[in-house]
């Protein structure tokens, strides 16, 4: 019995990010699926581990960690396995710069789509009066937000058309830093591609206008790489959703 | 390894990295420009996508052996874990993933909050007094959109009252995280001195005029704001400063969550 346990939903976002982590560290780990399209992140069985009541978080003995990306770079100083930070402080400085870039600017417009288009739609059949009480348990008021935004589908016009311009845009920054070095942001694989995949792995199916063989010919080959790296492999088949199953789009035909 | 760091008034961003680079020693050529007049997108100041793009608005840009960088918590990671020790960061894992989430917090959650009010406070009389050709030369070279629009929303006036509250809130709950971190009777937010009290301290400091009432009944943060602030390395970064209040220097920062 591993003495590590993570609290995640989907290999997808931010529950992705230690998953793979993790696996690539060859950390055993127990693994706690948290529905998040049943609220399970607000019920107090989980708030008594995260009172925030956002996914993911592991446990490491009696230690209590949240923040995927931080806790990332717990994991990878931690645990023996290979090292997902390069030893130079700048490579580390671009890593984390491009971790936060993702994290804060192009990852919440990717979810502001796929809430509306994938989210939404799936938790809005639900009894109207359920999902009142399950918006009113929820502890960040930012959360409230997010989840009533989503829920409803009240996402205004202009938002939504922000979003697509950060997406396009972020794609094409991708593309051009992709095009520099074999991996984001160092010339390893790291932190920076771990969470990166998990923001983008889907992008040929979510975004195949901006997203395909001719135009970003760089992204594409870095997704299937790590699509075919082992972790990337094991993180994806504890999937229980079609979120996970997209990821097969990048199978070399 | 050679340094320059351009950087304007020792407030915000630019506090936590001139203090961060005395913390650690580093020598550094040190370049004063206007953040608050966009001198940072000039073709003098070295720039790059990180720099372009960075989520942090208009910070400082250190450039180390020719390459520019952004984002204060992670060149202040730099300046410390390119020391001969570990001056202000733990090398503990734990630790440190205490240190990174809680700047995280302090990135996400106080540094648009107290940007959005500085600039409201201090920024945007002064750029409405530009007339448009000259407000026009010092937005068009910004690569970035949004951060194009935050300067023209700020020139415009246009803050809306929702975020304004919700901004006064976050810089409350900061406090209140403050004086609770230090209930222990601990001088420093983690324990040993750290990154994490340079950057809530830079983003903090100036609220204590325009956001008093966040601070009624802090004792504890009031005494921890002094320690900071009598630290040889902040006083040596205010001690640059060329205006006489540069707490009250503001240039447009991080953006407000768009999710609300």
Redesign the interface.
């Known amino acids: 019995m591993s003495d590590v346990t993570l609290y995640h939903w989907e290999p997808n976002a931010n529950s992705g990010k230690p998953m793979l982590a993790l696996m690539e560290k060859g950390v055993d780990f127990n693994s706690h699926y948290v529905d998040l399209l049943n609220f399970d992140q607000h019920k107090p069985d989980y708030l008594a581990i995260n009172p925030e009541g956002t996914i993911p978080a592991m446990t490491h003995g009696d230690?209590v960690?949240?923040?995927s990306?931080?806790?990332m770079?717990?994991v990878d100083?931690?645990f023996p396995g290979p090292k997902l930070m390069p030893d130079d402080?700048?490579d580390?400085?671009?890593i984390?710069?491009w971790m936060?870039?993702m994290d804060?600017?192009l990852a919440?417009?990717f979810s502001?789509i796929g809430w509306s288009v994938f989210i939404g739609p799936m938790v809005r059949s639900k009894d109207p009066d359920m999902l009142k009480a399950a918006i009113d348990r929820i502890p960040l008021p930012?959360r409230r937000?997010?989840w009533r935004?989503a829920i409803y589908g009240t996402f205004g016009e202009e938002?939504m058309k922000?979003?697509q311009?950060?997406v396009a845009?972020g794609i094409r920054?991708l593309e051009?830093?992709l095009s520099k070095r074999e991996w984001l942001a160092s010339d390893q694989y790291s932190l920076a591609d771990v969470n990166g995949f998990n923001i983008a792995y889907a992008l040929p199916l979510s975004q195949p206008e901006l997203s395909n063989d001719e135009k970003t010919p760089h992204i594409l080959e870095w997704l299937r790489k790590i699509y075919e790296r082992p972790a990337a492999k094991k993180t994806w088949a504890m999937g229980k959703t079609d979120l996970a199953t997209r990821i097969k789009i990048l199978e070399r035909s | 390894m050679a340094l320059v760091l351009y950087h304007g008034e020792p407030n915000g961003p630019s506090l936590t990295v001139l203090a961060a680079l005395f913390e650690t020693g580093h020598d550094a050529e040190l370049r004063n420009i206007d953040l608050t007049m966009g001198e940072r997108h000039q073709d003098n100041v070295p720039s790059g996508?990180?720099v372009h793009?960075?989520?942090e608005g208009e910070g400082p840009v250190l450039v180390?052996?020719g390459?520019p960088?952004?984002?204060s918590v992670?060149?202040a990671?730099?300046l410390n874990?390119?020391a001969s020790i570990s001056p202000i960061a733990p090398q503990d894992?734990?630790a440190?993933?205490q240190m990174?989430?809680w700047c995280?917090q302090i990135?996400?959650r106080v540094a648009p909050a107290a940007a959005y009010l500085g600039v409201k406070a201090h920024l945007a009389d002064k750029l409405s007094a530009l007339d448009d050709a000259a407000f026009e030369k010092l937005i068009a070279p910004i690569k970035s959109?949004?951060l194009k629009t935050r300067w023209a929303d700020i020139r415009a006036g246009a803050f809306d009252d929702a975020k304004v509250d919700d901004s006064k809130a976050k810089i409350k709950a900061a406090v209140d995280k403050v004086e609770t971190q230090l209930s222990d009777g601990r001088d420093w937010l983690l324990g040993d001195f750290s990154i994490a009290d340079l950057e809530t301290y830079a983003w903090l400091a100036g609220m204590r005029d325009l956001e008093p009432g966040a601070f009624d009944g802090a004792s504890r943060t009031a005494g921890w704001l002094d320690r900071v602030k009598a630290r040889p390395s902040v006083s040596r970064a205010l001690s640059l400063a060329r205006t006489a209040t540069p707490q009250d220097i503001w240039a447009p920062g991080?953006e407000i969550?768009?999710?609300?």
């Open positions: 230690r960690l949240t923040e990306t931080a806790m770079e717990y100083a931690a402080p700048k580390q400085w671009r984390r710069w936060k870039f804060q600017w919440p417009s502001m930012e937000v997010a935004k938002e922000e979003s311009r950060r845009f920054m051009e830093e | 996508v990180e793009m960075s989520i180390a052996d390459e960088m952004a984002d992670f060149i990671c730099y874990d390119s894992p734990f440190r993933w990174m989430t995280r990135i996400e959109e949004d991080p969550n768009r999710w609300g």
